[in-house]
């Protein structure tokens, strides 16, 4: 028996709604594969953590989470209990840059049923490498003086090592798919930080044969990938750049509430995380109507970097033969409850075992 061994934080508002359908059908499939066992650790960490503790995690939460083999994580933030820059950097962004999640890969593409804002969508299905441990989210910086006087300054970090690294796997990533990898740059208008940018790309492209590259500023890129999103097959991109522009990606599939990311560790030292690209939607928490389906993409992502590709192709297939049956939350248009759209899942997965 295969045991993969899992820490859970489902965090802030519909955090915690999507996750325990997540686990449910991990467990589904657990079944179905016969010889794989999911084994779970939660653990509350999250803004209601900090009202009572005054920290987002334990301070041995970190060595707790890196005895698993992956995290799964829902979503963190509530501005009315926490300023988003403490909750994020306490648990979110602490666990990214600790464990060197140096690589957030976030697909995005058409699902049968599921309409998109665009009237003509011609098919696409692309994917953002997003660097994901430095760049623009950087803590280097500080405040002066108060009043009219004040200052802040931010720097933004571009080490060699980790910009590389991003675009080496965008460029091995894409051997595997179209074979084309586009550049997020900026090069007109961020003077240092963005023509080393373009500089490491054109370097590391020299080093992979048969990939088509093409480089496009940031803001005629989002423009182009609303109105062209087919063009796109591997987008490499700076942290502020890919969070965007994935942001955008999941609307022209139709909703943020759709799309997963993986956030990776390269180096075999910590865990990898999974999660979806979007918060924790104040706005609808508590309602029994957020989109499970992003959480739910997360877990065939987390099955397919534990080597159960084929585990988790079945699960995509049966989450689009979901929405294409017009089982849809409100977001998508749809009726359904989050219970009923992950209900359906698992419902036709059990029909698989
Ligand atoms: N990785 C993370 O944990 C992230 C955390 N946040 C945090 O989440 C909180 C809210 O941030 P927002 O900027 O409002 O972004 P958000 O992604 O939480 O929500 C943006 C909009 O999309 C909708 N939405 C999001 N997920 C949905 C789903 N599954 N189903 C249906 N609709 C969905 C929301 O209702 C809202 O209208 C903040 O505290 C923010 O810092 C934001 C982005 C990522
Ligand atoms: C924080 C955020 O928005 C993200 O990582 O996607
Ligand atoms: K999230
Ligand atoms: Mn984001």
Not at 14 to 43: C, K, R
Not at 55 to 69: F, I, V
Not at 84 to 102: M, N, T
Not at 277 to 288: E, K, N, Q, Y
Request: proline share 4%; charged share 25%.
């Amino acid at each position: 028996m295969k045991k993969i061994k899992l820490t859970v934080i489902p965090g802030d508002g519909i955090g915690s709604e999507v996750m325990p359908h997540a686990l449910d059908i991990l467990d589904v499939i657990g079944e179905i594969h016969g010889g794989l066992d999911f084994e779970y650790e939660h653990f509350d960490y999250g803004c209601d953590y900090y009202l009572k503790h005054g920290k987002m995690m334990a301070d041995d939460g970190m060595e707790h989470l890196a005895e698993s083999d992956s995290i799964l994580l829902g979503a963190v933030g509530d501005a009315s209990k926490v300023p988003d820059h403490i909750s994020l950097w306490g648990l979110l962004l602490k666990i990214r840059q600790e464990f060197e999640l140096a690589i957030n890969v976030r697909p995005a593409k058409v699902f049968r049923g599921i309409d998109s804002p665009l009237s003509a969508p011609e098919d696409f299905d692309l994917v953002v490498v997003r660097e994901n441990s430095e760049g623009e989210y950087s803590s280097v910086g500080g405040r002066m003086y108060r009043g009219d006087d004040e200052i802040a300054i931010q720097n933004n970090v571009f080490s060699k090592r980790a910009t590389k690294q991003a675009m080496e796997y965008a460029f091995k990533l894409s051997a595997g798919r179209s074979h084309h990898v586009t550049s997020a740059t900026k090069s007109n208008g961020i003077f240092h930080a963005m023509p080393f940018w373009d500089e490491v790309f054109s370097e590391t492209s020299a080093q992979y044969e048969g990939i088509r590259t093409s480089q496009q500023h940031i803001d005629a890129l989002a423009a182009s990938l609303v109105t062209h999103p087919q063009r796109y097959d591997t987008i490499v991109a700076s942290n502020l750049f890919g969070d965007i522009l994935t942001d955008i990606g999941a609307a022209i599939m139709g909703s943020i509430g759709i799309a997963p990311s993986a956030n990776l560790n390269l180096n075999d030292k910590s865990p990898s995380m999974f999660e979806p690209v979007h918060g924790s939607a104040p706005d609808i928490a508590g309602r029994g109507i957020a989109n499970p389906i992003g959480q739910i993409w997360t877990v065939k992502m987390l099955l397919d970097h534990h080597g159960e590709e084929e585990m988790g192709s079945m699960l995509l297939n049966t989450m689009e033969s979901v929405t294409a049956d017009g089982i849809l939350t409100p977001d998508v248009g749809g009726g359904a409850s989050t219970d009923e759209v992950a209900g359906e899942v698992i419902k036709r997965l059990k029909r698989k075992m």
